[in-house]
């Protein structure tokens, strides 16, 4: 019989076809991972991640069951795949945690760590990356941490930072849920992500990142952020939960020559101890054309929405819509500080809040968690929003439109009071940490505005649950302010607004 040699060569390419085709998808049962709760996975896991990587890519399918493992490195055009009751179990073994970015150095050494570069789950470099599925990654950051506080004060494996006043391991030592440096195109969703001993979902210089129907709860230990953005180009987080013991959802930039630009973040939920949706502290490079909107905030300590730059960054075009945060501490939170004497001083300017009610409790609203953030000055009346620049470089046009706060009241002259002729021994704190507290008592109720100009209230609505004795606005160094249909509880504008440049 004779052979169509065409034919038989299309056949037998269909076939390799097919066969690479379903070598591509490569399920727990099938490396045989042991998923009993107690056997470390991580040499399997990594080997078959590699090998999926080195074919030209694919998908690791993690079966029900709970699997320990250590750091586990993300490759190229690979994909981790968690099908429900899949739980992978981070390593109660701080040594089983790497730096994939020191591939050669001696892991046994803290001080060859970059900082905040250990984690569970790591890339670097890497394109086209997938983290998917319905089942669970729960780092156990509580346990970690106390081990490798153990280790330290055994003298077995120290650390250099200790942070004695605290007793406890500093952030570098203490690995994150995920520590994705460098990538361009990761997809994470769908997973419930849990309990890092340091920050949560870290990305670092990424572009196209696209994170949606995750579940963060990050709780277990100190400095538990839930997703940390760092001078990343391209990004949406969309329909997710976060739940942090810190910052929850937060813009960070580390480089003064790296920005964050086009980022968007939309129909979330976050609770924190720390701040809802923060840009900061980290604030070198910028942030640039950021869209926030659609957030609810419940039970967080500090502000809904807080803008830090006081390392140098430029913050320009900045929309924050449609946010609805009840029982939080602080409404918005804008400071432009300067950290660094030796660097460029920081901007500032185009930045709209939009759209936003917000209810203040009298008492802490995160007396739920275990772990809350300190408050640096315990005495004191309720706070107001702020909008604070520094001697010789301003806050730049800013716009609060409709908005809606509900403030406490309550305030009490006994507790503390300032009155107006005293605005100038209200503290700069330059070059401090900046938290909506870091002033010390405030003379107003609704919004204390320093060193600004061009900003723009319109259709503002303040609400008092109780008599307050301060106006609701404070102006002291703040030029082109415009008011656009603002109501107060009670009052007329010339005792509701004190402006200390028409005194």
């Known amino acids: 019989m004779k052979i169509n040699n065409k034919l038989f060569i299309m056949v037998a390419l269909l076939a390799m076809g097919s066969v690479a085709q379903a070598a591509k998808t490569i399920t727990s049962s099938a490396i045989k991972l042991v998923p009993d709760g107690k056997t470390v996975n991580t040499a399997a896991i990594q080997r078959a991640i590699d090998d999926l990587s080195r074919r030209g890519g694919g998908t690791l399918v993690i079966q029900p069951g709970r699997y320990v493992t250590g750091t586990i490195e993300m490759k190229s055009n690979t994909e981790l795949h968690l099908e429900q009751g899949a739980t992978l179990l981070g390593s109660l073994n701080p040594l089983d945690y790497i730096d994939v970015t020191q591939q050669g150095a001696d892991r046994s050494d803290p001080a060859k760590f970059n900082y905040l570069s250990l984690a569970l789950i790591e890339a670097y470099q890497a394109t086209n990356i997938k983290l998917t599925g319905q089942g669970t990654i729960d780092a156990r950051g509580c346990e970690v941490s106390l081990a490798i506080d153990s280790l330290h004060k055994a003298g077995v494996r120290k650390d250099p930072n200790y942070f004695d006043r605290l007793n406890r391991p500093r952030e570098a030592m203490r690995p994150n849920l995920f520590t994705i440096n460098g990538c361009d195109g990761i997809e994470v969703s769908g997973l419930r992500l849990r309990n890092a001993a340091c920050w949560g979902l870290v990305f670092f210089r990424c572009k196209n990142l696209k994170i949606e129907q995750v579940d963060v709860h990050n709780r277990a230990y100190w400095n ?76 967080t300590f500090r502000s809904a929405v807080a803008i830090e730059a006081v390392d140098g960054a430029i913050v320009r075009n900045v929309l924050i819509e449609n946010i609805q945060a009840l029982n939080t501490g602080n409404p918005i939170f804008i400071r432009l500080g300067q950290r660094h004497a030796d660097r460029r001083a920081a901007v500032i300017d185009g930045v709209t809040i939009r759209n936003m009610v917000c209810e203040v409790p009298f008492e802490r609203p995160d007396v739920g968690y275990k772990l809350r953030g300190p408050i640096t000055n315990t005495m004191r009346n309720p706070m107001p929003s702020s909008i604070v620049g520094i001697p010789g470089t301003k806050v730049r046009n800013v716009t609060i439109e409709n908005v809606t706060l509900i403030y406490p009241g309550g305030a009490d002259k006994g507790l503390r009071y300032i009155p107006m002729w005293e605005l100038g021994k209200i503290p700069e704190q330059i070059d401090r940490y900046p938290e909506f507290d870091m002033f010390g008592e405030l003379p107003c109720y609704g919004f204390y505005v320093r060193h600004a100009d061009g900003i723009t209230f319109r259709n503002v609505n303040l609400l008092l649950r109780n008599d307050d004795f301060r106006p609701a606005f404070v102006l002291d160094d703040a030029s082109n302010v415009k008011f656009d249909n603002v109501t107060y509880p009670f009052g007329k504008k010339n005792n509701q607004i004190y402006d200390s440049a028409k005194q």
């Open 224 to 299: 538990n952020d839930g997703i940390d953005i760092v001078d990343c180009h391209h990004v949406v987080i969309r329909d997710s939960h976060v739940d942090a013991a810190d910052d929850g959802i937060c813009l960070k930039s580390d480089k003064l020559e790296d920005t964050n630009d086009d980022i968007q973040v939309y129909n979330c939920s976050v609770e924190s101890s720390a701040s809802a949706i923060k840009f900061g502290t980290n604030s070198a490079g910028g942030f640039q054309n950021i869209t926030i909107r659609d957030i609810k905030v419940s039970n």
